[in-house]
Structures are given as C-alpha cells and as structure tokens.
C-alpha cells in the first residue's frame, strides 16, 4: 500500500520552461511534505517544504503548492535550468507523533539545454 | 565543515554474515535516519532516531537493527544480511525532523549481498 505516489518516472522539459512535479498522498493524517533532490552518485539534498497550515511555499525557483482535499501537492521549478535534472523524491510525515518519513519511488527530470 | 559521514562506501559480504554500516555526524543534530535506495522503489526508511536511546522503526526495519548509544553515532547493523538487502543506504541527520533545512545526508554505502 503506497502512501506516497509519484505516479510520473521521468518527465523532459527546454530549458527555461516550467517543470511542475506531481505527488499524490493517501494518508490523511500526513501533514508536512518534503521535496528532495538526487543527483546520481550522491546523497539526497533537502529542496523545499510545506506544512498542511499552508498551500503555497516558495524559495527563489522552487514553488510547492498543496491541495488538502485532493490529497496532492506539486513542485513548480520556473525557469528550468540544465542543473536541475536530476531524480526528486517526495516525502510526508504525520501529525501522530511519529517522525517517520514515507517517500514517493522519484520522478527523472531532464532539462534539454 | 558540518558533514555526514557513512562507513564502509562499498561493502560486498556473503548471506548470513553479520555487518555493521556506521554513521557519524558532526553538527550535534538529534534526528538521524537510515535509509535506502532501490531500482524503481525509491528511498525508503529504514529506522529513526530522534535521540540518544530513542528509536523507532520507519517503512522497511525488517532484518535490521539501529542503535544510538552517542548523539554522533547511528549504526546501521544487519544481523544476518539477506540478498534482499542489496541496496544503496543513506544515512541522514538534522536538528528533527520538522527542520529539514538543517538536514544532510551523508554519499552512501553501497552493499551487495551474495
């Protein structure tokens, strides 16, 4: 039973353009969500993040959006640039008490110079 | 420089031997967490700790144990490793969970299983 869906492995976009990542959550006790990056070779990189309190979050290029009653959230990256291809990974956590993170299998993303 | 670090990078060992993957970090954080990275499964959580003696599993614990004896250190130990658990593993900490930007994860520990 996947808690956390990315339901597109790969997504290609020009540089420039936008790239908007989907995520969709079953769990509605999850109230925090985590986007992260991965680069091959390395360790996952913390991005951006959102609690349930909001539905926008944004730093500099990285915008993420989140709609409660349809149990989804997006990352909007504007403009796309060759640097960001990489896998990003979502994640949520829930208000239980617990911290234990469920994450997302990770969608490609490639930006075409 | 704050820094995670993970021991050994790459480990090849044989089903039913017993091993321990080490992490260590040096920025004084109390969350840490094991993880690992699998073809089309993504990162999974092993285990959690959000302090000295205080742990808890995360999605997939089976066949794996954790211990947090020092606020530093978090290993990782495969009491009779299986060729299931065949992965990439990352360790990670901050100062808890809900303050991600202070998180980081150390380069990984590559580990097959024969």
């Known amino acids: 039973d996947q808690q956390v869906k990315q339901n597109s492995p790969s997504l290609s976009v020009q540089e420039g353009r936008i790239s908007i990542l989907n995520c969709d959550y079953t769990?509605?006790?999850?109230?925090?969500f985590l986007w992260y990056k991965k680069y091959p070779a390395e360790g996952p990189t913390f991005l951006i993040s959102?609690?349930?309190?909001?539905d926008k979050n944004e730093d500099g290029r990285f915008t993420v959006f989140l709609n409660k009653s349809a149990k989804h959230l997006s990352l909007h990256i504007v403009p796309s640039q060759p640097g960001d291809s990489a896998v990003y990974f979502c994640?949520?956590?829930?208000?239980?008490?617990?911290?234990?993170?469920?994450f997302g299998k990770g969608t490609k993303l490639t930006v075409n110079p | 420089e704050a820094q995670v670090t993970q021991n050994p990078r790459y480990l090849i060992t044989v089903t039913g031997k017993k091993l321990t993957v080490t992490c260590s970090q040096n920025m004084n954080h109390e969350y840490m967490s094991w993880y690992r990275q699998d073809p089309g499964l993504g990162l999974r959580q092993i285990y959690y700790s959000m302090n000295v003696e205080v742990t808890d599993k995360g999605d997939v614990p089976e066949g794996y144990k954790v211990s947090r004896k020092e606020k530093r250190n978090f290993p990782l130990i495969l009491e009779s490793p299986s060729p299931n658990q065949t992965s990439l593993y990352f360790c990670?900490?901050?100062?808890?969970?809900?303050?991600?930007?202070?998180?980081?994860f150390g380069p990984g520990t590559r580990l097959l299983v024969l």
């Open positions: 959102i609690s349930s309190i909001k």
């Open positions: 990670a900490s901050s100062l808890s969970l809900r303050k991600v930007e202070t998180q980081y």
């Open positions: 769990n509605s006790m999850f109230d925090y």
């Open positions: 994640a949520a956590s829930d208000k239980g008490g617990s911290e234990k993170l469920v």
